[in-house]
């Protein structure tokens, strides 16, 4: 069974910190990995897409890393803001089909 | 441009009532989805769409319905809710254009009691 698995399942961090978010997935072949961001009450809002040959994607403080060779992704932010706070979540594509494998996500918060 | 709107965006019902929730998108695309988020999980597909007039079932599908008379339109229908459909549910449209952009609605939080 595809499986998206992320860590940590929570994560708080102090205003312009960095951190990174972890993804692990088992879908293969797959097609395209992205990370979203959805606060609270609100639908995800896509950050990254990566095909399986990219290997980094940027967007603005957010930067998407994939090794397709260990089905690993990471999502690193930078200079935290207040504004980060909200839950991460790894979605991948399999290679045939759309039907998108969702990761739990990983709730981050920025305190001041 | 409105993007993926969802209407009602809160619900009540009680136990055996039904009701059909309505996601319209404004892009012209070809695929639609419908979502539901448990609190602390991720979100789980209840039905697909991948044209005007074609559906399909996803991972969680049982007691709901769908249908998708019109390309802009998908309609995700409970004929009996039950409390375990309490939940925030989200649709989703995607283009067959290679951009693998898919765009969510605000979302529905619907309560059976």
């Known amino acids: 069974k595809n499986q998206v698995e992320q860590s940590p399942q929570s994560l708080i961090i102090l205003e312009g910190k960095n951190c990174t978010l972890q993804?692990?997935?088992?879908?293969?072949?797959?097609?395209?990995l992205r990370w979203y961001k959805q606060d609270t009450g609100r639908g995800p809002v896509s950050l990254t897409i990566?095909?399986?040959?990219?290997n980094t994607k940027s967007n603005g403080r957010y930067t998407a890393t994939l090794d397709a060779d260990t089905k690993q992704s990471s999502l690193h932010i930078t200079a935290s803001q207040l504004s980060d706070s909200a839950s991460y979540i790894c979605?991948?594509?399999?290679?045939?089909?759309?039907?998108?494998?969702f990761g739990g996500g990983t709730r981050l918060m920025v305190k001041p | 441009n409105a993007g993926v709107t969802q209407t009602p965006k809160f619900r009540v019902l009680k136990t055996g009532q039904s009701m059909t929730l309505l996601c319209a998108q404004d892009?012209?695309?070809?695929?639609m989805y419908w979502y539901r988020q448990d609190p602390g999980m991720g979100l789980r597909l209840i039905h697909y769409?991948?044209?005007?007039?074609?559906?399909a079932k996803g991972e969680v599908p049982d007691g709901y319905n769908v249908s998708r008379l019109k390309k802009q339109n998908f309609l995700l229908g409970l004929e009996s809710a039950a409390p375990s459909q309490t939940s925030v549910y989200f649709c989703?449209?995607?283009?067959?254009?290679?951009?693998?952009?898919?765009?969510f609605g605000p979302g529905t939080r619907l309560t059976v009691t």
């Open positions: 989703a449209s995607l283009g067959a254009d290679g951009a693998y952009e898919q765009y």
């Open positions: 990566m095909t399986f040959s990219e």
């Open positions: 769409s991948v044209g005007e007039g074609t559906t």
């Open positions: 993804c692990n997935y088992t879908v293969s072949p797959f097609s395209n």
């Open positions: 979605v991948v594509t399999p290679d045939a089909g759309n039907m998108l494998t």
């Open positions: 892009m012209n695309h070809e695929y």
